[in-house]
């Protein structure tokens, strides 16, 4: 693999790492959908694109308290990651975060996140928190927070029902 180069997002990436988040996450949606029925999942999740690239843009801005890094190899952004330092807990807090899936597997995500700590702990963080899903298609990423040192969980289960 080329070399990974971790900087800081700007402005013009934004757009980019919509698209990383849309193309990483369709498989938790799938997962979403096939667990909830059409119906439930369409109530709830039918504009989930927009929703993540919402969530995504509003963390790369700074003004909201957020900062965001990308990966890069050769020039081209393949993975980003969002963190929030919180001054009064000295928790931060890991938040969206996607590789490209054709990049996946190949240590860039563990890589965000040493960036990502890096810069909690330089800016005061005492302790880190970052949540994910239960559901199988989230081993991958359960398996890389604890790989990064993540070593303690409190699980919760969501559950849905028609009326």
């Known amino acids: 693999m ?8 700007v402005d013009s990436d934004i757009e980019v790492i919509e698209d990383i988040a849309v193309a990483a996450f369709a498989v938790h949606y ?11 999942f369409q109530a709830i999740h039918k504009d989930w694109k927009e929703k993540k690239k919402k969530a995504v843009r509003d963390a790369c801005l700074q003004e909201n308290g957020w900062h965001a ?5 050769d020039g081209k952004i393949v993975g980003f990651v969002t963190l929030k330092c ?3 807990t000295k928790c931060g807090t890991m938040g969206n975060n ?36 239960l559901g199988p ?22 559950y849905y029902m028609e009326l």
Do not use: H, W
């Open 137 to 158: 298609t989230f081993d991958s990423a359960r398996s890389a927070y604890e790989k990064s040192g993540y070593d303690r969980q409190l699980q919760t289960c969501t």
């Open 30 to 40: 799938e997962f979403y959908q096939q667990k909830m029925g059409d119906a439930i």
């Open 69 to 73: 890094f990308v990966a890069e190899i």
């Open 86 to 88: 919180d001054l009064q």
């Open 98 to 133: 996607s590789v490209d899936p054709k990049y996946q597997g190949q240590g860039i995500g563990k890589r965000l996140y040493k960036a990502a700590l890096d810069f909690m702990r330089v800016n005061g963080m005492e302790y880190s928190l970052v949540q994910t899903g």
């Open 2 to 9: 080329n070399e990974v180069l971790i900087r800081q997002v």
